[in-house]
Each structure stands twice: as C-alpha cells, then as structure tokens.
Nanobody
Framework: QVQLVESGGGLVQAGGSLRLSCAAS????????VGWFRQAPGKEREFVAV????????KYADSVKGRFTISRDNALNTVSLQMNSLKPEDTAVYYC????????????????WGQGTLVTVSS
C-alpha cells in the first residue's frame, strides 16, 4: 500500500505562489493516478486537479484553471501542484489522493489519501 505525504503549504499573500508536493512511500506512484482536493473551513471537500499515471492527461477545476499546474516525476515518486495568482478563496487544507485506476473527481472510492497541508492566502 502506498502512503502519501503532502508538504509545501503555508501562508502567502494574495497574488503569490506556492508549490505543494505529494511524496509517496511504501511503493511506487508510477501506476497511480494522483489528484489534489481541498477543503475550506465549513465547506465540503472539492476537486482541484488530477494527473494520470503517465502524466499524459490532466484535468482542473474551473476555479483553478490557468492558475494551477499539476505535474509528476515518477523517478522521484512525487506529484506537485504549482499554485500561482493565489486568491483568498484558495485558502483550504489541500489533500493528495491516489488511485490505481482512474481517479474520480467526486472524491469517492479513493484508495489512498494524504494527511493534508494547510494553505492560507491573506488579502
């Protein structure tokens, strides 16, 4: 079973950038589709982005399209989320998720979750 650990969260001003990383241990991420979800205080968890196991397919939520970029380095067993032009409404706990099959963007039937990393965007 693969374990996922997120890092890179923190406090940033609106308009700034952060890069989140999702590192895998236990087994390779090479065969997993990996996605990012987020949950803001008092709100439901929502889909942010997903990347296929081979990196050839990506999908983004409309709210982050053009600002966030998901990428992966299978040699390093990591998936990253580059977040630019951050807005206060991007404030949330960001979770990395992995599936050995296609990763559903409704967040259901996910095989493995990370523990989350907090991103706070100040206005």
């Amino acid at each position: 079973q693969v374990q996922l650990v997120e890092s890179g969260g923190g406090l940033v001003q609106a308009g700034g950038s952060l890069r989140l990383s999702c590192a895998a241990s236990g087994r390779t991420l090479r065969s997993y589709a990996v996605g990012w979800f987020r949950q803001a205080p008092g709100k439901e968890r929502e889909f942010v982005a997903v990347i296929s196991h081979n990196g050839l397919y990506t999908k983004y939520a409309d709210s982050v399209k053009g600002r966030f970029t998901i990428s992966r380095d299978n040699a390093l067993n990591t998936v990253s989320l580059q977040m630019n032009s951050l807005k206060p409404e991007d404030t949330a706990v960001y979770y990395c998720a992995g599936n050995s099959r296609a990763l559903p963007d409704d967040g259901k039937a996910i095989e493995v979750w990370g523990q989350g990393t907090l991103v706070t965007v100040s206005s």
